[in-house]
């Protein structure tokens, strides 16, 4: 749909990144903010164009021209149009409105399954007395970040798993009516393994996006739900490339030397903690004897001949499993 309203999310040339953040908290469903000189675009800036800077060294204060995409993809008929994605409409050099497409209606048969049960050792002492995702990232805990995304997708109906101190949790968040969702909690009595809690849903079986509850993204899940779907797979693991550089030398060969390298960087696909079930896989998973974890059990349905497929994770994603992890994720987060 073409709005002509674009004043709405739009800052001008002379805006901190501090205005564009504060135009998506006000518009969250674009994501973005156009950068405008009266009527003449001069680029935008999306929010996860904002976390990468911020994680980049940039501060909210610095001119929001320095991180904009200044020749943004621009609305045409023949292009394929993503969903959530703002598209500049333009007649001639003037800025006449944008295009955004709403959700898609795959939307709404999907769940979300939050694994929120583990211990936090490694954040020790915060978690004395709070499991990890009750930790505040910036006055919020993190399960109520990693929900909070999956609404903006139009995600309503919630599992949680539980196991550590899970009064926290459920104290916290209740049934979800005070922000317009549905949960349910899934409480493990003794730790099940980090895929175990499927085995908690029983005749609950629905197409599910799970997500583990130490993991801040701005994963756009309407596009991972229509990669999933167009793909025809039964599990999709959503991946991201990551880069290990080994700090020597490093010396092939056997007898002879054939090579030096010096500091390699190998590339790997990492798993990320989300994935999206089927519910005729979740049906299956849930006859399995619990404790199991999750990759454990996806090696086993490639065993059986499963279809799983790959979604390549490019958004801002953090895995919050140390101190530094968490104050990386606070100076993305900024109310």
Not at 271 to 279: D, P
Request: net charge negative; hydrophobic share 40%; glycine share 8%.
């Amino acid at each position: 749909m073409i709005y002509d309203n674009f004043s709405k999310i739009s800052v001008t040339a002379q805006s901190s990144i501090r205005d564009a953040i504060n135009i998506i908290n006000i518009f969250p469903e674009e994501r973005t903010a156009l950068i405008v000189d009266g009527i003449i675009l001069i680029g935008l800036v999306t929010e996860g164009d904002i976390r990468r800077a911020l994680l980049a060294g940039y501060s909210i204060n610095d001119p929001v021209l320095q991180i904009a995409n200044k020749a943004p993809t621009l609305f045409r008929p023949d292009i394929t149009l993503l969903s959530r994605e703002v598209y500049p409409v333009l007649e001639g050099k003037n800025l006449k409105g944008y295009f955004f497409k709403a959700l898609t209606s795959g939307m709404d048969n999907f769940s979300a399954l939050i694994m929120a049960g583990g211990f936090g050792t490694r954040l020790m002492p915060l978690t004395q007395d709070i499991p990890k995702p009750m930790i505040h990232v910036n006055k919020k805990p993190i399960l109520e970040r990693i929900i909070e995304g999956f609404i903006k997708h139009g995600i309503k109906n919630f599992y949680i798993s539980t196991h550590y101190l899970p009064e926290s949790i459920t104290e916290y968040f209740g049934n979800g009516s005070d922000m317009g969702i549905k949960i349910e909690y899934l409480h493990e009595s003794s730790p099940l393994g980090t895929g175990g809690c499927l085995t908690l849903l029983k005749n609950r079986c629905e197409n599910l996006i799970i997500s583990n509850g130490d993991i801040l993204t701005n994963l756009n899940y309407s596009q991972l739900v229509d990669h999933h779907v167009d793909s025809s797979k039964d599990v999709t693991v959503c991946v991201r490339n990551y880069e290990q550089q080994v700090p020597f030398g490093v010396v092939y060969g056997s007898d002879s030397v054939t090579s030096i390298v010096e500091k390699p960087r190998n590339q790997f696909l990492i798993n990320s903690g989300i994935y999206i079930m089927n519910k005729t896989i979740v049906d299956k998973i849930i006859l399995n004897a619990a404790p199991f974890d999750m990759p454990d059990m996806i090696n086993k349905l490639i065993n059986q001949g499963e279809k799983i497929g790959m979604y390549h994770l490019k958004d801002f994603w953090i895995d919050i499993g140390h101190p530094h992890e968490l104050k990386k994720a606070e100076n993305v987060y900024v109310e």
